[in-house]
């Protein structure tokens, strides 16, 4: 099973720069050279207004001409180190060789830089690389480690590591690593960035599959997916649409109705929690997905006369868990219209295959035309690996 995708529409971009306005008399006077002064002094403009791009530029030009004019010295140092932060989520593999260059300056004590934070910053390039090389993941919990026994405050960017970390274990089948990150990933962003709810719920998606995926699988870590899921949904607000969906409320929808599918493989029809309440507690959620009412199939007698999804030939046999979330309209004409997809797992031959099926559905009885029961339609097909 892969979560990569999970992470894709929502990575952190670092804005954390060594600050350069105090400076040495001889860094002062390396400045005074117009081919980097220029450079660096575009970049803290660029920064100070707020365009990422511009100082990427800038920052690397800066540093550029600082390596080719002074080579090994001090400003060099700064300036590598500088550009490697301000890239390392955006670009990691342009980060890698100006935090080598940085860290090799470092270590021959030509240029003094926060040790801490370089080696965390160069062991999360060196993994956003490589992220398949367990080393490289190993040699990141390190740092992200050191980092926390030292005793330093949580940031943004430290959760951002713990939460492609935590990623990257789930993968690899690490399930108690990815769940040990994943919740401290989530507790990094609460105390750091608590406005951050999608990067939030990410990693509780993440402690949720870790409860899911693995076999043998039963009806009380099925309970604790679903409840972690649930945790997940309730920090989105009401959708407006279709067209501006949250593509991480999509996947949060599509991993519950992924429980929901594994709790019937075991037998059950609702979950321990749901046993005294409705039958179909487990689709009744406090919040809704949308800000207008959408009025359910029932209200509106909507029916389809379809066939059975076909599993593609190229995912059988793999290990695949999850499920795709197609939204879409009823048209006058009583057919599938705009269907799109809002959450897919890897491969894509999932959701092929969904819209695919959908695009032959017919309603059994004309419903109402009313916008409620014709816009804004969401429906999901699961898939259920065996043991």
């Known amino acids: 099973m892969c979560l990569v995708n999970f992470f894709v529409l929502t990575r952190h971009i670092a804005a954390i720069v060594i600050a350069v306005t105090v400076l040495t008399p001889n860094i002062a006077n390396a400045l005074e050279d117009p081919a980097y002064l220029e450079a660096y002094k575009a970049y803290t403009q660029a920064m100070n207004d707020g365009d990422r791009e511009a100082a990427e530029r800038h920052g690397f030009a800066a540093w550029q001409a600082a390596d080719e ?3 090994d010295n001090q400003l060099t140092g700064i300036l590598a180190f500088n550009y490697g932060q301000l890239v390392i989520f955006t670009n990691s593999k342009a980060a890698l060789p100006a935090l080598r260059r940085a860290n090799k300056l470092h270590q021959k004590g030509i240029a003094s830089l926060p040790e801490a934070d370089l080696k965390l910053f160069l062991a999360y390039a060196e993994f956003a690389v490589a992220s398949k090389r367990k080393y490289r993941a190993d040699d990141l919990r390190e740092a992200l480690i050191a980092i926390e026994d030292n005793g330093a405050p949580v940031n943004e960017d430290i959760a951002t590591m713990w939460l492609h970390l935590a990623s990257s274990d789930f993968v690899s089948k690490r399930y108690h690593d990815a769940s040990e990150c994943a919740s401290k990933a989530e507790r990094a962003y609460e105390i750091s960035a608590p406005d951050n709810y999608r990067q939030r719920a990410n990693a509780i998606l993440i402690n949720g599959a870790v409860k899911l995926d693995p076999f043998p699988r039963t009806v009380e870590n099925v309970q604790a997916a679903h409840n972690e899921f649930m945790r997940a949904w309730e920090l989105f607000p009401p959708q407006k649409d279709l ?9 949060t929808i599509g991993w519950n109705f992924a429980a929901d599918a594994a709790l019937t493989t075991l037998g059950e029809d609702t979950y321990p929690d ?20 959408i009025k359910t199939t029932v ?7 379809r066939v059975p999804l076909k599993y593609p030939y190229r995912a059988q046999g793999s290990d695949y868990t999850g499920a795709v979330i197609i939204g879409y309209n009823i048209g006058g004409d009583e057919l ?4 799109r997809v809002l959450s897919d797992g890897p491969l894509k031959v999932f959701s092929d295959a969904a819209l695919k099926s959908m695009a032959s559905w017919r309603l059994v009885n004309p419903i109402p035309d009313d ?3 014709r816009e804004n339609r969401i429906t999901y097909f699961s898939f259920m690996r065996s043991e």
């Open 243 to 251: 067209d501006t969906f949250d593509g991480v409320f999509a996947q």
């Open 371 to 373: 916008p409620a029961c």
């Open 299 to 305: 209200e509106c007698n909507i029916a389809w006369d």
């Open 274 to 293: 749901h046993k005294n309440g409705d039958k179909e507690g487990h689709n009744t959620y406090s919040k809704p997905i949308f800000q207008k009412r």
């Open 69 to 71: 004019a002074l080579g």
């Open 336 to 339: 599938v219209h705009d269907a």
